[in-house]
Nanobody
Framework: QVQLVESGGGLVQAGGSLRLSCAHSGGTFSSDHMGWFRQAPGEERELVAAISWSGSSTYYLGSVKGRFAISRDNAENTVTLRMTSLTPEDTAVYYC?????????????????WGQGTQVTVSS
C-alpha cells in the first residue's frame, strides 16, 4: 500500500521561499502521477501543481505559475515543490497525493492516495 510523507513546511515571511518534499513508499513510484494540493481554512482543497509519472508534463494553478516548481526524482521516489515569492494567500495545509498513471494528472478526483499534510504559513 502506497504511503506518502510530506516534509518541509513552516513559517516564512512574505517574499520568502520554502521547499516541500514528499517521500513515496510501498508501491511503484513511476506508476503514479504526483500532485501537490493545498487547503486553507474555510476553503476548498485545490490542485496547486502536478507532474506526470514520467516527469515530462506539469500543471500549475494560475496563481502560482512562475513562482512554484514541481519536480520528481524517480530514482529517489520523491516529489518536490519549490515555492518562491510566497504571499500570505499561499498560507494553507499542503498535501502530497498520487494518481494512477492510467488517469489524467490534471484531474483532482483521480488522486486516491494522500499524505498527512504539512502546514505552510506566510506572514505579512
Amino acid at each position: 500500500q502506497v504511503q506518502l510523507v510530506e516534509s518541509g513546511g513552516g513559517l516564512v515571511q512574505a517574499g520568502g521561499s520554502l521547499r516541500l518534499s514528499c517521500a513515496h513508499s510501498g508501491g511503484t513510484f513511476s506508476s503514479d502521477h504526483m500532485g501537490w494540493f493545498r487547503q486553507a481554512p474555510g476553503e476548498e482543497r485545490e490542485l496547486v501543481a502536478a507532474i506526470s509519472w514520467s516527469g515530462s508534463s506539469t500543471y500549475y494553478l494560475g496563481s502560482v505559475k512562475g513562482r512554484f516548481a514541481i519536480s520528481r526524482d524517480n530514482a529517489e521516489n520523491t516529489v518536490t515543490l519549490r515555492m518562491t515569492s510566497l504571499t500570505p494567500e499561499d498560507t494553507a495545509v499542503y498535501y502530497c497525493a498520487a494518481a494512477p498513471r492510467t488517469t489524467s494528472y490534471r484531474s483532482q478526483p483521480n488522486y486516491d492516495t494522500w499524505g498527512q499534510g504539512t502546514q505552510v504559513t506566510v506572514s505579512s
